[in-house]
């Protein structure tokens, strides 16, 4: 079992909440380590978002909690009033992040029964103690394994991308189970949707210096259509997959053809994706001359179709316009890695290990 750096530093938040509660002699430090682990969040600018929504959050619930307490009592059935109105509110100003343990500093406020102090002051110290949780978050957060999300979505993109490689290169060849096959189309599904989390992650981080904060800007376009490329690459598989019966039927010239164009294309892609990390070398020809999509893979195909005058080789179009949304992707992402390379190189730093992410 691989424990991630997201636990690690929740437990640590735990323990410093229940160390800062003790230390102002605030009772019971649990409440801080219940909120310090709701509070623990991937980056640290959503940290800071959660810090100040909790604190508008958790005062408003305190507010309401109190008010019902003097007003009404703290009965079981107002408890859940109160809680029915704190949500409402929050639902209002669009805390939504802060609903749950807005809810669980109501539930606390309201069931608690102070002995040898007022309400007011007996529901001050519960507030504190959650604040004092949800800022042991941050601290932990701020300070303790800092997150390198350009590292980890960098590599996540090569790994799914050099997987996808080898199952476009099967499936021309006639090669994977279908079993297997279909099995991997959804693990590259969950993989889309891990890489997507980890880019809005990184699209968090923010910058505080003008000229690092551009050059942010610039990779995070960068890292978009690369995630876009890969995301094309799946398709082309997924439809080269559908329609391999007919692809396996095609004349010679025709497959290997198109054969060669995917293989380069593919080449292509894993080149730019190690240009970016500085392992390789800019390429002699661009992509949009060395393809040539639209004038040689389609009027090949089109000239092979009035040839044969069978309408079963249209359901080969999809293919066909997959394989030209792929390049357009490449061609694309050639660009913007050029573009980035060529300009403000002093602050366009790569900030990439290696290593890789499972």
């Given at each position: ?5 997201r636990?690690?530093?929740t437990g ?9 509660s003790?230390?102002?002699?605030l ?7 219940v ?11 959503r940290?800071?978002?959660t ?7 958790n005062v408003?619930?305190?507010?309401i ?19 029915i109105t ?11 992040h ?11 406020i309201?069931s608690?029964?102070?002995a ?16 004092i ?24 993109i090569?790994g799914?991308?050099?997987k996808l ?10 090669a ?6 279909k099995?991997?189309?959804k693990?590259?599904q969950?993989?889309k949707?891990?890489?997507?989390q980890?880019?809005?992650w ?6 505080y210096?003008?000229?690092h ?9 960068l890292?978009r259509?690369?995630?876009q ?10 439809t080269?997959n ?5 692809y396996?039927q ?7 053809g ?5 293989e ?20 002699e ?12 893979v389609?009027?090949?195909?089109i ?10 080789w249209?359901?080969?179009f999809?293919l ?29 730093v790569?900030d ?7």
């Amino acid at each position: 079992m691989k424990l991630g750096a997201r636990i690690i530093k929740t437990g640590l938040a735990i323990v410093l909440s229940i160390y800062l509660s003790q230390w102002l002699g605030l009772t019971p430090p649990s409440m801080a380590a219940v909120a310090s682990a709701f509070a623990v969040q991937p980056s640290v600018y959503r940290s800071w978002k959660t810090i100040v929504d909790n604190v508008q959050g958790n005062v408003i619930g305190a507010i309401i909690a109190t008010l019902f307490v003097l007003s009404i009592g703290n009965h079981p059935i107002v408890i859940g009033l109160a809680a029915i109105t704190v949500i409402a509110i929050q639902l209002k100003l669009k805390l939504h992040h802060t609903i749950t343990l807005s809810t669980v500093t109501v539930i606390l406020i309201m069931s608690g029964t102070p002995a040898n102090q007022s309400f007011i002051m007996f529901a001050a110290h519960r507030l504190l103690l959650v604040l004092i949780g949800v800022v042991a978050a941050f601290i932990v957060n701020l300070i303790f394994l800092p997150p390198n999300y350009e590292n980890k979505l960098y590599h996540l993109i090569v790994g799914q991308t050099t997987k996808l490689f080898t199952w476009v290169r099967m499936v021309t060849q006639h090669a994977p189970e279908r079993a297997t096959l279909k099995n991997e189309l959804k693990h590259f599904q969950d993989q889309k949707f891990k890489i997507g989390q980890f880019f809005l992650w990184y699209q968090d981080e923010r910058k505080y210096i003008r000229r690092h904060r551009y050059a942010k800007h610039r990779k995070t376009v960068l890292f978009r259509q690369m995630i876009q490329t890969t995301n094309k690459l799946n398709d082309l598989l997924r439809t080269l997959n559908e329609n391999e019966h007919l692809y396996q039927q095609l004349p010679d010239h025709l497959k290997n053809g198109l054969h060669d164009r995917m293989e380069y294309m593919m080449v292509t892609h894993e080149r730019l994706l190690m240009r970016y990390n500085g392992k390789a070398r800019d390429m002699e020809q661009t992509p949009r001359k060395a393809f040539q999509l639209k004038a040689k893979v389609t009027d090949a195909f089109i000239k092979f179709y009035k040839e044969q005058g069978n309408d079963d080789w249209l359901l080969l179009f999809p293919l066909i316009s997959a394989i030209i949304a792929y390049g357009q992707q490449i061609e694309h992402l050639d660009r913007l890695i050029d573009s980035f390379q060529t300009y403000h190189k002093k602050e366009n730093v790569v900030d990439v290990k290696n290593e890789d992410i499972d």
